[in-house]
């Protein structure tokens, strides 16, 4: 069975958000649409505590984009964003969740970060989405959403790992490209991993 995923449709990740992924806001239309046509449809959210060791806030003298170790292992520094109960970490307005049947967050530990929407970066901690799909003989997956080159890639890369047929819907997804190159390398680092990346007309 297959499993749509649709990763981080949040309104902090869209235009006017605090950490905003260029156009993320295009990729809605295509989120609603697609549901229609998986019978199995999850979202993901990225849940921070206020205290969360990925903001910049939280460390003094660092700002967005600097790099810090964050208990031993390297960590960018983000805008605060998607804090937990606030308006930023809701699903943007438009995106309609009628079909999706559970939301897996992510990001909820403040000492450590998890781009992947199955492991913590450091993968110490699960987020249950491994289970949940393998207790329901889904082998098929594919992901759309935000950002392309931090949640998106790393959560295909640990779909692999766990051995999972995993797809990416790119015209579903956009990236920060934080540094200029960042959604080119990420597309070469899923490819040459194994990851099948379509278009919606492909499905
Ligand atoms: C993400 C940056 C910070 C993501 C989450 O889900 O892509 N990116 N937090
Ligand atoms: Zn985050």
């Not at 239309?29 to 205290?51: G, I, K, S």
């Not at 983000?78 to 307005?93: D, L, M």
Request: contains cysteine; hydrophobic residues 40%.
């Amino acid at each position: 069975m297959k499993a749509l995923i649709i990763v981080d449709l949040q309104n902090d990740f869209l235009p006017g958000g605090t950490l905003p992924v260029p156009h993320g806001d295009e990729v809605i239309p295509l989120a609603n649409e697609l549901q229609q046509r998986f019978e199995l449809v999850l979202a993901t959210q990225d849940w921070h505590p206020p205290n969360h060791g990925s903001f910049a806030a939280n460390h003094k003298g660092k700002k967005p984009g600097d790099r810090i170790i964050l208990d031993g292992i390297e960590q960018v520094l983000w805008p605060v964003h998607c804090v937990q109960n606030t308006h930023g970490a809701e699903f943007a307005p438009s995106f309609d969740m009628s079909r999706v049947v559970h939301v897996f967050h992510k990001g909820i530990d403040p000492r450590i970060d998890s781009y992947s929407t199955f492991f913590d970066n450091a993968h110490r901690r699960e987020t249950g989405l491994a289970d949940y799909l393998k207790k329901r003989g889904i082998n098929d997956i594919y992901l759309m959403g935000l950002a392309l080159d931090y949640c998106v890639k790393y959560s295909t890369l640990d779909a692999l790992q766990l051995g999972l047929n995993t797809h990416v819907i790119l015209d579903g997804c956009r990236g920060i490209d934080l540094e200029p190159g960042d959604v080119n390398h990420a597309l070469d680092e899923m490819k040459r991993a194994g990851v099948v990346l379509l278009q919606s007309s492909d499905l």
